[in-house]
């Protein structure tokens, strides 16, 4: 069995071929911290540093050790997270109104929390917290999503 280490590329199985997600953080609630790109690739890629120095589409925690054992998704290669990447991100999260809206936002640093209020335009483009399956990544790569996407 596969075991998962920081600075894994993992390959996810995508219509019209593979796409890649980079394990960068584990965090001791939320899980693996995965930075995904949403470019699909007919082949699988041999070399992985061109793809880790492009600014990834969305953020997400994944239950990777998981996904791993099972065989949903394989650790193509590792890589040394590149410096853009090393840092924890800040997320964004909120309560969703009946209306789908957010009234107030909160932003996340891995440890603890600040009341936004409303956010700025570089704020929305932040990523959302909270836990992903395979379903949901597959389907964001293939709608070609990014964090700025989801917009509220």
């Known amino acids: 069995m596969k075991r998962k280490k920081i600075g894994d590329i993992i390959e996810f199985r995508v219509r ?5 997600a980079l394990y960068t953080h584990e965090h001791p609630e939320y899980g693996s911290l995965l930075r ?3 470019r699909i690739h007919a082949t699988g890629l041999a070399d992985f540093e061109a793809l880790i120095q492009n600014e990834p589409s ?5 239950p990777l050790g998981a996904a791993l054992s099972r065989g949903i998704v394989k650790a193509a290669g590792n890589v040394t997270v590149p410096k853009s990447l090393a840092a924890f991100p800040t997320f964004r999260t909120g309560m969703v109104e009946p209306d789908g809206s957010v009234k107030t936002w909160w932003l996340w640093d891995g440890t603890s929390f600040s009341n936004a209020g409303s956010l700025t335009k570089a704020q929305m483009k932040l990523p959302r917290r ?7 990544i597959i389907e964001r790569i293939e709608q070609g999503w990014t964090d700025a996407t989801a917009s509220n």
């Open 58 to 62: 969305f953020s997400c925690f994944f």
């Open 130 to 136: 909270g836990i992903w399956n395979d379903t949901l």
């Open 16 to 20: 019209g071929g593979v796409a890649y």
């Open 36 to 38: 995904v790109w949403n």
